[in-house]
């Protein structure tokens, strides 16, 4: 790790961004997912949530789906220099794999790690910068939904003519498919490839499925981290409850979502650039989390014209992995 860092940080995850963004956030009883990673403690609660309960990380065969859809990437990619840029790179241990898969196959490696939470880009920037034949690395902060100059900040010192494979693997499940899959497209450029990873649940009894997986976030290591955020804000510890259940997304009425309410038992007043004022039994959507079936993956991106290249489900049927090209017919 050297000893010093240069991360940019973009206009959309600066302070005054925030602000704004999380009182809109509370205004409307509806928290934006970005707001539980932001601060060290946050993501450090996240990470070991993640490290006990993520299909990927819970099971001993969790990396293989990964394994399986790298194997195909590092053998399909022609040129000899690859630019990978990860978005919401988290800790970065699937990135880390990848480029093992891609050194392997005799390729030379530069690194963009991307991330709203500037703790977190500091996270998978010093698990990448320790793996062997990754010769350039940039970091960036940043909203993916809000950065309007997106592309340009993600090819910051691409080399002309270099193939780049752009990771998405942490993304799909707290983000509006519509949005997130929109944003993803307007990135390929030719002979790029894009890897979105998603949770899933199996196409047969889908709802029953979806409610199984709950047990995910229903939990107390769940509500602990989830609460870091109301604490902050100025909630305290009794002031209310938080619930998990079942409920489809608003824009894709087919997609199931965990979802996360907090109910409060009392009135409660927060200071966020000014009172906001909160009463007993008033409920906020703190949190989400989308289900999706191989079928809804799919047809999310091949609505943005995607040509879908490869896909991937792990043994459990509870993670894919899919990868998709520009599509220059269309």
């Not at 704004?20 to 009883?29: N, V």
């Not at 960036?140 to 193939?163: K, S, Y």
Request: proline share 5%; hydrophobic share 40%; charged share 25%.
């Amino acid at each position: 790790m050297p000893p010093l860092i240069r991360v940019n940080i973009h206009a959309s995850a600066q302070p005054h961004h925030f602000a704004a963004a999380l009182r809109r956030s509370f205004e409307r009883r509806c928290i934006d997912p970005q707001f539980h990673y932001l601060s060290i403690r946050q993501s450090q609660a996240w990470l070991a949530l993640h490290r006990q309960y993520s299909p990927f990380a819970a099971s001993s065969t969790g990396m293989d789906v990964y394994h399986s859809a790298f194997d195909w990437l590092a053998k399909n990619l022609p040129g000899e220099a690859v630019e990978l840029v990860s978005l919401a790179c988290g800790g970065a241990e699937k990135e880390r794999q990848l480029i093992k898969f891609l050194r392997r196959a005799g390729k030379d490696v530069r690194v963009t790690v991307s991330d709203i939470s500037l703790p977190l880009v500091l996270e998978g920037y010093q698990t990448l910068c320790a793996e062997p034949g990754v010769t350039g690395i940039e970091a960036v902060t940043l909203d993916i939904l809000e950065a309007d100059d997106l592309n340009a900040l993600l090819t910051m010192g691409r080399a002309r003519e270099t193939n780049r494979v752009v990771t998405c693997f942490g993304l799909m499940p707290n983000t509006d498919p519509q949005r997130i899959a929109a944003r993803l497209a307007s990135l390929p450029a030719k002979n790029d490839v894009l890897l979105v990873g998603a949770n899933l649940v199996p196409e047969s009894d889908y709802e029953q499925n979806t409610r199984a997986a709950l047990s995910g976030y229903d939990n107390d290591a769940t509500r602990q981290w989830l609460g870091i955020l109301l604490q902050d804000v100025g909630f305290e510890r009794d002031d209310g409850e938080i619930s998990f259940g079942v409920e489809p997304c608003a824009s894709l009425p087919e997609l199931l979502q965990i979802v996360g309410h907090y109910r409060l038992r009392q009135d409660r007043t927060i200071e966020l650039g000014g009172p906001l004022k909160f009463s007993a039994g008033e409920r906020l959507r703190l949190f989400f989390s989308n289900r999706y079936t191989p079928n809804l993956l799919r047809r999310v991106f091949e609505s943005q014209k995607m040509k879908i290249l490869g896909e991937w489900v792990s043994a459990e049927k509870n993670e894919g992995i899919i990868a998709c090209g520009k599509n220059v017919s269309g």
